[in-house]
Antibody, heavy 118, light 110 residues
Framework: EVQLVESGGGVVQPGGSLRLSCAAS????????MHWVRQAPGKGLEWVSL????????YYADSVKGRFTISRDNSKNSLYLQMNSLRTEDTALYYC???????????WGQGTMVTVSS | SYVLTQPPSVSVAPGQTARITCGGN??????VHWYQQKPGQAPVLVVY???DRPSGIPERFSGSNSGNTATLTISRVEAGDEADYYC?????????????FGGGTKLTVL
């Protein structure tokens, strides 16, 4: 079964850091680009970051550029998001998502909640 | 940056047809994907590349895209279709690829 399982969320103070993880199974992980997408409580979906299958290319939304770093370890079938200098507006449910060959997100994890609050 | 505009809400009676629009500048030149999200659940892809359906998605879900508007059509609406729906495109107009989501439409089945 194709599956993505996120972990690492929690409550952190403004200015703090957090590292999210996403464990993938059921598909050839390094064949696919992976993304992080977030959803603030009661709000819509917001794309956060993308990493290519080999990890050589990364891209970020302007709202997180310079603060967040996406990475992957293909030997562990895992995706990561290092979040630094967190702001209250980063409070959201963070999903990892796999892109299908036709560039749509065909598989999503269940999400991990990040709350930035003093 | 590229903007996708969806109506906040659409209401339809069971058995009728729901149409959810997604507006964007010359969106007809892009591939549009649609996601369904029920409360407390992750999004699910229901239409990709304007009008194709992933396996397991009922034929009642269809899509079209032309000019400045893409449309998700749900025929013979059922109570279980009540959810938030999001359109999504890739925008390559800047120096890096960008994933853009519409603001979402809440479908209410009366």
């Amino acid at each position: 079964e194709v599956q993505l399982v996120e972990s690492g969320g929690g409550v952190v103070q403004p200015g703090g850091s957090l590292r999210l993880s996403c464990a993938a199974s059921g598909f050839t992980f390094d064949d696919y680009a992976m993304h992080w997408v977030r959803q603030a409580p009661g709000k819509g979906l917001e794309w956060v970051s993308l990493i290519s299958g080999d990890g050589g290319s990364t891209y970020y939304a302007d709202s997180v550029k310079g603060r967040f770093t996406i990475s992957r370890d293909n030997s562990k079938n895992s995706l990561y998001l290092q979040m630094n200098s967190l702001r209250t507006e980063d409070t959201a449910l963070y999903y990892c998502a796999k892109v299908a060959g036709y560039d749509a997100f065909d598989i999503w994890g269940q999400g991990t909640m990040v709350t930035v609050s003093s | 940056s590229y903007v996708l505009t969806q109506p906040p809400s659409v209401s339809v009676a069971p058995g009728q047809t729901a149409r959810i629009t997604c507006g964007g500048n010359n969106i007809g030149s892009k591939s549009v994907h649609w996601y369904q999200q029920k409360p407390g659940q992750a999004p699910v892809l229901v239409v990709y590349d304007d009008s194709d359906r992933p396996s397991g998605i009922p034929e009642r879900f269809s899509g079209s895209n032309s000019g400045n508007t893409a449309t998700l059509t749900i025929s013979r609406v059922e109570a279980g279709d009540e959810a938030d729906y999001y359109c999504q495109v890739w925008d390559s107009s800047s120096d890096h690829p960008d994933v853009v989501f519409g603001g979402g439409t809440k479908l209410t089945v009366l």
